[in-house]
């Protein structure tokens, strides 16, 4: 619902370390992380509940807490705690918040859903302090409250052996008096260390004892073939044989012989440790600063005897310490770290071997702790213990500050606790999107319907002696939707769900064929699936091409179409492709300091150009292009209201950006803060800067030697375009009948410069496009290139591109633009009926006549090399009996190929009156456009 974008923006976690905590990879910092967001929530939800306390009732409250208030903030202790909680006034006035958070939370969804994360917090929160302190009661309680949620969000082996277990130990002072009491004093969990708080359960201390013992990086290189190469796995090992003076460690040196270790090796030391290691039974000569110091033990129970081995005589000398024949011997700090791998990889095959070293894993465990303790490796200060490290001053002093940041985002995006005159359902708290019904009715219900499966499930499972359902039955998920979206694998291009779908159709089709006569042409003159496969993914979106091939081919009809950068006349920007261009570093931290740095990167320009557009897009609810922007935020959207230039800007720009109120009141933001006059002033002598907002144009200029900035509205570039893309060109037009020498126009998009090629005809100033981005931008004269292709080909271009594939209309699955291309500029009399039909795509906004539709049909044919063919549906029929094709390597049948032809249609059209500053355009829904 936001999480990460909230930790995010308020600067609390970076991006990558907020998305695993929250995934649960990082389990500590995901603790800290939902302790800080459940303590912003609530204070923000106290301030809105002290709100609502008369003043008169709140002052004597306030009067009667002062003084408990005052001896708990200067010293906090279990007594002046509880006689702040026990007190009349705190009584009361706790009394009246819950009943506030009640009925609130009633009246109010959102209120209502973060005040259960709240109380899911509080809940986590309590388990983790059971087992700190050995609460045995809270740690039964908190497993009861946590099951109906591991039932609610489908953690079904959490819910199944949970329940078995709370069972189990409720009814344990009947079953096992002993072992309860046991429990009850703490037993369940360990006190590892001197530090407060800081119990772990027994599972835990195996794992961070005996099991990181023998997990330890490094490990032995199967010393069945290779008996030198021996690493950190427990490493202190010979450290107690070179310091074992007395009979205890003897003992257990002949214990562990007796059980064969494996290996032994010792602690290792660098180059500091020029003093003696154990009461000076052992120290180490400056000529070694970077090698390993140790003895090493090498003994293996393989085939009934030991195996010693003695590769270094060097330090026969030391062999007097040692209580036993050993090994001692130097290795190299590279040999040990980067030649051996991790854990017991290859220590034996033998199943007795391994099952001697399993046996003995406790052992060596002790004898490492001890070791460590010997070396003084776990030494801890009393200043470090006295306090437990969140209760550390400086930890305070930082979670106090992100607490704040958080509740300033909360306030900024989305406060759920303010009260609100209308109704609003459950919001994203980052994004500002409101859940579907059911989607709500599920988050609300969520912990009731868990209760209700654990009831269930206790009740025919765990508590009935002759049960319809076995304890290991399979339980039902109960799917229970949420903000967050679960992404299916899918494979590449949906292959296997067109395969499956294909052959359940034709399954069909033998069982039918059984009993009726069937005809093949007909059948495929249907779609073979829910969707037509050659227009259409199998996620229900538009097939996408590779729009870019097509600028080079444009290109290509020029020996050279590139030219220098022209001195002089207009340099037209596409706003948002200039925005998201834009590197994070580069974000300013206000809006206001971000207007600066948009106007002086725009100014740069003036350098080159006599005049620089900034043009944007507008945005409709009901658009075309609906489709192409929801599957451009997939990253995620970030909602924030750009409110005034001391604003801060978003630190997820991107996300930002992928949210269209955003851009819309961003670009207002900037259309005003430019207008200003001391903005203005910022316009270089002579130069202009055309600003859009909206529908409305301005132009910001200065005469040569004026001292102030001229601001005036531009009614001839008024208009009601929707996209950029026609909105610059009509800038373009603009500026050529302006007398400049050329426009230029600056985008990475190639529907612009399609339309380029298209109109720069109709242009009296040469028509330039800039795209490439670094040491890659290059000026291509798109009035050289609609020469050299010939005004058929240029008229053709805006339907031949909607057909073939745009941003909102499908492309042909396997068919791209340089296939299309090439039909369309074949000098064949084919070729000239082609570019003909695609010149009449977008004459007007009605249905296509039925010439122009049956010539697209032998387009597409020949696209899908069926020329013999002149309708769809004979290429389909042909195709398949032919070559076998799966249904997305077979044409659009007639039906889909009409319902592209009518999208393709207005999609041209629009197109089509893109120097026309207001022209009439139907809703992309009417005369099934859309």
């Known amino acids: 619902a936001g999480l990460m974008d909230l930790l995010v923006e308020s600067g609390v976690a970076g991006a990558a370390s907020a998305a695993s905590a929250l995934d649960g990879r990082q389990y500590n910092r995901a603790v800290r992380f939902h302790k800080l967001v459940s303590e912003a929530m609530e204070r923000l939800r106290w301030k809105e509940f002290i709100a609502s306390v008369p003043n008169s009732q709140l002052a004597d409250a306030q009067g009667q807490l002062s003084l408990p208030l005052a001896e708990l903030q200067s010293c906090i202790t279990d007594e002046n705690v509880a006689g702040l909680v026990s007190s009349p006034a705190f009584v009361a006035l706790h009394a009246k918040y819950v009943v506030y958070c009640h009925k609130q939370s009633q009246a109010s969804q959102n209120f209502c859903y973060w005040s259960s994360y709240i109380d899911m917090v509080d809940l986590l929160l309590a388990f983790i302090r059971a087992s700190r302190t050995g609460d045995w009661e809270l740690h039964l ?79 032995m290189y199967y010393v069945e073939h290779n008996f030198c190469v021996i690493t950190y796995q427990v490493m202190s090992i010979c450290c107690m044989l070179v310091a074992c003076a007395n009979l205890t460690f003897r003992m257990k040196l002949t214990y562990y012989l007796k059980y064969n270790i494996a290996y032994i090796y010792t602690a290792i030391v660098n180059r500091h440790c020029q003093t003696h290691i154990f009461s000076g039974s052992l120290s180490l000569s400056p000529p070694f600063p970077r090698l390993l110091c140790g003895s090493l033990l090498l003994t293996k129970w393989l085939y009934g005897s030991f195996i010693f081995l003695f590769p270094s005589r060097q330090y026969h000398q030391y062999l007097t310490h040692l209580p036993i024949v050993c090994l001692v011997s130097w290795v190299h700090v590279q040999m040990c770290v980067l030649e051996c791998p991790v854990g017991i990889v290859g220590i034996s095959r033998h199943p007795a071997t391994v099952q001697r070293w399993v046996l003995t894993a406790h052992e060596r465990a002790t004898i490492a702790d001890l070791c460590l303790t010997h070396c003084g490796l776990d030494d801890q200060t009393e200043e470090r213990n006295a306090f437990h490290k969140d209760c550390q001053a400086g930890r305070m002093a930082r979670d106090e500050t992100d607490v704040l940041r958080i509740a300033d985002t909360v306030t900024k995006l989305f406060n759920p606790f303010a009260e609100s005159d209308d109704e609003v359902r459950v919001t994203h708290i980052a994004s500002g999107i409101e859940g579907s019904a059911d989607m709500i009715e599920d988050l609300l219900s969520a912990e009731r319907r868990g209760t209700e499966a654990f009831h269930d499930f206790v009740r025919h499972r765990l508590t009935t002696e002759s049960s319809a359902k076995a304890f290991h039955d399979p339980l039902t998920k109960l799917n229970l939707r949420t903000f967050s979206v679960k992404k299916k694998k899918a494979s590449s291009s949906g292959q296997n769900d067109i395969a499956r779908s294909d052959r359940a159709t034709f399954l069909r089709i033998a069982l039918i064929a059984q009993t009726r006569q069937m005809d093949m042409s007909h059948i495929l003159s249907f779609p073979l699936g829910p969707l037509p496969w050659s227009l259409a993914t199998t996620s229900g979106s538009l097939v996408k091409t590779s729009k870019s091939s097509l600028l080079p081919l444009l290109e290509n009809s020029v020996h050279d179409a590139t030219d220098p950068v022209i001195q002089g006349g207009a340099l037209i920007i596409d706003a948002m492709a200039f925005l998201r261009s834009m590197k994070v570093s580069d974000i300013p931290t206000t809006f206001g300091e971000l207007a600066t740095a948009i106007l002086t990167r725009l100014c740069r320009h003036f350098s080159t150009y006599d005049r620089v557009d900034f043009v944007v897009d507008t945005y409709r609810e009901m658009s075309i292009k609906n489709m192409e922007r929801t599957a451009r935020t997939t990253s995620g959207v970030l909602r924030q209201h750009v409110t005034g230039p001391a604003q801060a800007t978003p630190r997820q720009f991107s996300k930002f950006l992928n949210v269209s109120a955003n851009k819309e009141e961003l670009i207002s933001f900037l259309f005003s803060s430019w207008k200003r006059p001391d903005t203005a002033e910022r316009i270089p002598s002579g130069k202009t800067l055309m600003i859009t907002s909206g529908i409305s144009c301005a132009a910001v200029s200065r005469g040569s030697g004026t001292p102030s900035a001229s601001i005036q509205s531009l009614p001839e570039l008024q208009c009601n375009h929707e996209e950029a893309d026609t909105r610059l060109l009509l800038h373009a037009a603009h500026a050529s009948t302006a007398g400049l020498c050329a426009a230029t126009i600056k985008s990475p998009d190639t529907d612009v410069a399609v339309l380029a090629v298209a109109f720069s005809k109709k242009m009296s100033a040469p028509l330039y496009f800039m795209t490439g981005t670094g040491n890659k931008v290059r000026l291509v ?41 090439k039909l369309l500029a074949d000098k064949s009399a084919c070729g000239v009926a082609f570019r003909q039909a695609f010149s009449k795509l977008g004459a007007d906004f009605n249905p296509i006549s039925a010439d122009c539709f049956e010539i697209l049909e032998k387009f597409v044919c020949s696209l899908y090399n069926a020329t013999q063919c002149t309708s769809v549906n004979a290429a389909r029929y042909h195709l398949f009996c032919t070559k076998g094709f799966q249904s997305n390597h077979l044409p659009p049948c007639q039906d889909a190929l009409g319902k592209h032809c009518s999208r393709a249609n207005y999609q041209a059209a629009v197109w089509q009156r893109c120097l026309t500053a207001s022209p009439e355009i139907p809703a992309p829904h009417a005369n099934g456009q859309g």
């Open 141 to 219: 309680d908190c497993v009861r409250r946590l099951l109906p949620w591991c039932f609610a969000y489908d953690r079904l082996n959490y819910a199944r052996y949970m329940s078995y277990y709370w069972l189990q130990m409720i009814h344990l002072p009947l079953a096992q008096p002993e072992a309860d009491a046991f429990l009850r004093q703490g037993g369940f969990s360990v006190q590892r260390s001197t530090n407060p708080f800081a119990q772990v359960p027994s599972d835990q201390a195996i794992e961070q004892s005996l099991n990181r013992a023998t997990k330890t990086t490094g490990g």
């Open 781 to 821: 004269n798109m009035t050289a290139v609609s020469t050299a292709l010939g005004p058929e080909v240029c008229a053709a271009l805006p339907g031949f591109h909607a057909f073939t594939g745009a941003d909102s209309t499908s492309a042909f699955q396997y068919h791209g633009k340089k296939s299309a291309f």
